[in-house]
């Protein structure tokens, strides 16, 4: 009898990893047919929602943004603020302190910029598919993923993906410090015409306009 129920135990066991790994496989392969995607346009604008919660530290904070991106490059508008990368430089625009901050691109590799955003999912994840949900009319499919650093901040991540373009619809950030990030997409633009000045930060603009630089 004890021999039976080791190996009743082993095999649910096995059976457990083994539905486990498959879990994994096809979050994974949903997760690239996502990249593959991106990466398959041009440039891409989005409008989002962006909001941040922590109920014990009384902080409930919303703003919407947009962002257009083509490759590395990016301008994005958020929190009042205007942020270029013209593929060398960083320009932060603040318009109420009429201030231009220049700075060198981050070299840290979590760092995540607005260019990473459709594609930091990539690395230093475990994957597994978690719900489906239908958001009017939308089937879209969760993805938890977790990150293999035990010492980030990171709890966990739950990346909702529109089951038929493939394109994220939702990114929930949850912090183990109890603060929950939440970025929702509301529109997704693809293969726009844009300005071939888009992405062109001119300084003498904005000193005329009597802008105070900052270069770091």
């Given at each position: 009898m004890k021999r039976f129920l080791l190996a009743l135990t082993l095999i649910i066991g096995i059976n457990t990893v083994s539905v486990h790994a498959q879990n994994s496989q096809k979050a994974k392969a949903l997760?690239?047919?996502?990249?593959?995607k991106v990466k398959g346009y041009d440039n891409?604008?989005?409008d989002f929602k962006y909001v941040l919660n922590n109920s014990e530290a009384g902080i409930n904070q919303e703003t919407r943004g947009n962002v257009t991106l083509e490759g590395e490059k990016y301008i994005g508008n958020f929190f009042g603020a205007t942020q270029l990368y013209d593929g060398?430089?960083?320009y932060t625009i603040v318009p109420e302190n009429e201030e231009v901050t220049i700075e060198d691109k981050?070299?840290?590799a979590n760092a995540l910029t607005p260019a990473k955003m459709l594609t930091f999912y990539r690395d230093g994840h475990n994957y597994e598919m978690d719900i489906l949900q239908n958001v009017?009319?939308?089937k879209i499919q969760f993805i938890k993923l977790t990150p293999i650093d035990s010492n980030s901040e990171i709890k966990d991540?739950?990346?909702?993906?529109?089951?038929?373009?493939?394109?994220?619809y939702k990114v929930i950030e949850n912090g183990k410090n109890g603060t929950t990030t939440t970025i929702t997409v509301n529109t997704f633009k693809t293969n726009q015409p844009l300005s071939k000045t888009l992405?062109?930060?001119?300084?003498a603009k904005y000193e005329n306009d009597g802008?105070?630089?900052i270069r770091n």
């Open positions: 997760l690239e047919d996502v990249y593959t891409i604008e989005v060398s430089k960083v981050s070299e840290d009017n009319g939308r991540i739950l990346l909702g993906v529109d089951a038929e373009t493939k394109h994220i992405f062109t930060f001119d300084e802008y105070y630089i």
